[in-house]
């Protein structure tokens, strides 16, 4: 019991976002943006691009995937899909803690840490991408200081880290910082 007690103490987090995820969806950015090419899409051929706004309209890597759950009428996937990026973004964090030989507690916090912050929780439950490009920056990241800790030998982290970075970018402009 004493070994499950962090998984214990976030299955309420978990839970209650994961609830707040199969809400409609009725957020502005989300309606006029981030699900707005994707039907655009949908109505008017894959890839075609809003010429009245082209700047607002360039395919993200997110908005594919929302594109597939439009596809099938599944309205409530991209939030799920959003969510799965803290969830992602955490296990990520608490891996590394634990291959880097840090107490499992001190994992197991900031794991929690990670998946309780309120601004995590409430994007969380929206459609956005902001936790999208957070756990392909952390993957990228986590994979470049791989590399860096093999003496810069082991190019496959290095390629992974790059591979990550790339898709960050692909994620939200944001993501070339």
Request: glycine share 4%; no cysteine; charged share 10%.
């Amino acid at each position: 019991m004493k070994r499950y007690f962090p998984l214990l103490l976030m299955a309420p987090f978990v839970l209650a976002v994961f609830l707040l995820s199969l809400t409609p969806i009725i957020s502005r950015d989300a309606l006029i943006h981030h699900m707005a090419l994707p039907k655009i899409w949908l109505d008017t051929g894959v890839f075609s691009v809003d010429t009245y706004r082209p700047y607002a309209f360039y395919p993200s890597n997110l908005q594919l995937l929302y594109y597939f759950s439009l596809v099938y009428q599944l309205e409530f996937l991209p939030k799920i899909i959003h969510f799965s990026f803290l969830v992602l973004t955490s296990f990520l964090i608490y891996y590394y803690l634990i291959k880097s030989k840090f107490n499992p507690r001190t994992a197991y916090i900031a794991f929690i840490l990670n998946l309780t912050i309120p601004i995590n929780q409430r994007l969380s439950s929206e459609v956005y991408v902001d936790l999208g490009l957070l756990f392909f920056s952390s993957l990228s990241l986590y994979y470049f200081l791989k590399w860096k800790n093999s003496n810069f030998l082991d190019d496959k982290y290095f390629y992974i880290s790059a591979i990550g970075s790339g898709l960050a970018l692909g994620t939200k402009y944001n993501g070339l910082i």
